[in-house]
């Protein structure tokens, strides 16, 4: 009895299976290219924000660099003064 009445869910659930049109499946395929191509857009400007931002830090970095040297510089010059100074 209960083989039978699975084969028979399984049956009525396969009467019920909705089949798509032609209409309805050409629309589902306009809508997954469309998807795609929003989404490849999407992370397209996402790599750019991303290298923009790699770059402006970058940019910064090397500004800090820059100030760094000048600030090493200008305290080994005033090292080099202070010792001068001792040394006459």
Do not use: N
């Not at 050409?26 to 770059?55: G, N, P, Q």
């Amino acid at each position: 009895m209960l083989p039978k009445l699975a084969g028979a869910i399984e049956q009525a659930e396969e009467e019920h299976v909705m089949a798509y049109s032609a209409r309805i499946l050409a629309l589902i395929e306009k809508i997954d290219a469309a998807d795609a191509v929003h989404f490849t857009r999407l992370r397209e400007r996402a790599k750019k924000e991303s290298d923009t931002r790699a770059k402006a830090r970058e940019k910064i970095l090397e500004k800090k660099r820059e100030i760094f040297r000048v600030a090493r510089a200008a305290r080994a010059s005033a090292a080099a003064k202070k010792k001068l100074r001792r040394s006459e």
